[in-house]
């Protein structure tokens, strides 16, 4: 499996899709990259447990909360959930660019 490149990821939020851009580049058991979207962009570090990938981000908009993604990667598209803080989890989708 190989996450490495860009990818278009959509997040079913409460408050609609929310579209991200991101790059990823795997080492080993880890990985880094950047997301871009609407609420700004930031530097992302992870972890690759075979075609799972799972990392954190801190946002601030609408509201200040930690977000934990795991997304499994299946050749050029990948699916999965983000836990929203207490807000419950949504589901996540995203295609290779």
Known sequence: MSADGSWKITINTPMGPQEVNA????SGDTFTGKT????????????????????????TSPMPM???????VEG????GNVKLG????APLSGVRV
């Open 23 to 26: 790059t990823i580049t795997t």
């Open 36 to 59: 871009e979207g609407r609420m700004g962009s930031q530097e992302i570090t992870g972890k690759v447990n075979g075609d799972t990938l799972t990392w954190s981000a801190d946002i």
């Open 66 to 72: 930690r977000l934990d993604f795991e997304a499994k």
């Open 76 to 79: 050029d598209k990948m699916s």
């Open 86 to 89: 207490a807000f419950g989890n």
